[in-house]
């Protein structure tokens, strides 16, 4: 079992720029994949992005593709999520989630197995 918490929320205007964290406890953190999801209001959660399990490689919504950017460094037990020229359509709580199968940077929320408590990120116009 793993446990996840996240950090690196807030309050950013439009066109800022945040950095999502998510550090990992308990089991050897390279033995997952790991997915960031968002959450607005009234909303589904929404998947934003993907890594394997050693950062080989990445996976992208295409409404955050070309400025966010996930990675990982599995020394730190830790996923980030750098997110550039927020858009206040960005607006939602944050999660991280880890998938058993290292390999599965799935976009579906169904394939992962923990997760974080979530945080909030809100961007001004």
Same mark, same amino acid.
């Given at each position: ?12 205007q439009a066109g800022g720029s945040l950095r999502l964290s ?10 997952? $994949? ?5 959450? #607005?209001?009234?909303?589904? %959660? ?7 399990? /050693? ?5 992208y919504a295409d409404s955050v593709k070309g400025r966010f ?12 999520l750098q997110m550039n020229s927020l858009k206040p359509e960005?607006? $939602? ?5 880890? #998938?058993?199968?290292?390999? %599965? ?7 992962? /197995? ?12």
């Amino acid at each position: 079992q793993v446990q996840l918490v996240e950090s690196g929320g807030g309050l950013v205007q439009a066109g800022g720029s945040l950095r999502l964290s998510c550090a990992a406890s308990g089991r050897m953190f390279s033995n997952y $994949a790991m997915g960031w999801f968002r959450q #607005a209001p009234g909303k589904e %959660r929404e998947w934003v992005a993907a890594i394997t399990w /050693n950062g080989g490689s990445t996976y992208y919504a295409d409404s955050v593709k070309g400025r966010f950017t996930i990675s990982r460094d599995n020394a730190k037990n830790t996923v980030y999520l750098q997110m550039n020229s927020l858009k206040p359509e960005d607006t $939602a709580v944050y999660y991280c989630a880890a #998938a058993n199968d290292p390999f %599965r940077a799935s976009r579906s929320h169904y394939d992962y /197995n923990y997760w974080g408590q979530g945080t909030q990120v809100t961007v001004s116009s």
